[in-house]
């Protein structure tokens, strides 16, 4: 069962395991940014020592903010998912972003950004 909103909280989705993936190096700038994160991964325990949810629906509250490191197909499959979470934005990192995901997530009034999570973390665009 979920727990009340955490502020201040992202949901990384496609969080990686291996270090060369800006998925993996997110997970740890976001924490030490000062965001509470939560990895979600289908397979892998941990990312970066925080314990992965294996979907969105297993995550621990509410995210703040979602953002996709997964191919837009993926990101197609989740988008009733994010929207039952009710982030105020989703970001769609690139290679994530689609014309139909940024439209599927508008027809469930989902604010979606096609755009790096990262860049917009060390520009100050990320609240």
Same mark, same amino acid.
């Given at each position: 069962?979920?727990?009340?909103?955490? *502020? +201040?909280?992202? &949901? $990384?989705? /496609?969080a990686?395991?291996? !270090?060369?993936?800006t %998925?993996?190096q997110?997970?740890?700038? @976001?924490?030490?940014?000062?965001?509470?994160?939560?990895?979600?991964? *289908? +397979?892998?325990? &941990? $990312?970066? /020592?925080?314990?992965?949810? !294996?979907?969105?629906? %297993?995550?621990?509250?509410?995210?703040? @903010?979602?953002?996709?490191y997964?191919?837009?197909?993926?990101?197609?499959?989740?988008?009733? &998912?994010?929207?039952?979470?009710?982030?105020?934005?989703?970001?769609?990192?690139?290679?994530?972003?689609?014309?139909?995901?940024?439209?599927?997530?508008?027809?469930?009034?989902?604010?979606a950004?096609?755009?790096?999570?990262?860049?917009?973390?060390?520009?100050?665009?990320?609240?």
């Amino acid at each position: 069962m979920m727990n009340a909103h955490v *502020p +201040r909280s992202i &949901a $990384v989705v /496609g969080a990686s395991t291996d !270090p060369e993936r800006t %998925a993996f190096q997110a997970v740890g700038d @976001l924490a030490a940014a000062g965001w509470t994160v939560w990895p979600v991964h *289908p +397979r892998a325990a &941990a $990312v970066r /020592g925080f314990a992965c949810a !294996p979907s969105l629906a %297993a995550l621990p509250g509410r995210p703040e @903010l979602i953002t996709l490191y997964v191919n837009p197909a993926v990101g197609l499959t989740l988008v009733d &998912a994010m929207a039952a979470l009710g982030p105020r934005t989703v970001w769609l990192n690139p290679g994530a972003e689609s014309p139909e995901l940024l439209a599927a997530l508008a027809a469930r009034n989902v604010t979606a950004v096609a755009g790096c999570t990262l860049v917009a973390l060390r520009t100050g665009r990320l609240r």
